[in-house]
């Protein structure tokens, strides 16, 4: 991995141990509903991101980087979801928006220069 995907990675896994953190302090219904999900999606994020680059296929790695690209967006509306349903409070709700957004933005820097290399971007 490079120095940017080696940054990508760390933050990915500050942002899934962010939603483990807070989902932590849920009302214990919304365990097996927003916690579950969003714990779910944000793991997807990572585990798809570094699944991808343990393939060989540039298209299959793509395939894969959107699903983590897909994966974060799930996990970004839950973070919202979870403000204005007054689960966490603001502080910890901008944390996780600036992990998200830097998050999506490195990650759709990966997926545009991986199309790029297999030709689907000029």
């Given amino acids: 991995m490079t ?13 899934v141990h962010f939603v483990y953190s807070v989902t932590r302090k849920f009302p214990k219904e919304e ?19 570094i699944e991808g680059y343990a393939r060989k296929k540039s298209l299959v790695q793509l395939n894969f980087l959107e699903i983590s690209y ?10 919202y979801f979870s403000q204005k349903q007054k689960f966490i ?3 910890d709700y901008l944390r996780g928006l600036k992990l998200a957004e830097e998050i999506g933005k490195m990650l759709w820097t990966e997926i545009y220069s ?9």
């Fill in 114 to 122: 991986l199309e790029k290399k297999c030709g689907m971007k000029k």
């Fill in 3 to 15: 120095e940017f995907q080696d940054k990508l990675k760390k933050l990915m896994d500050e942002y």
């Fill in 70 to 79: 897909g994966s974060l967006k799930e996990s970004k509306y839950l973070l």
């Fill in 31 to 49: 365990m097996y509903s927003s916690v579950s999900q969003w714990r779910r999606s944000t793991l997807s994020t990572i585990l798809n991101y």
């Fill in 89 to 91: 409070n603001e502080d």
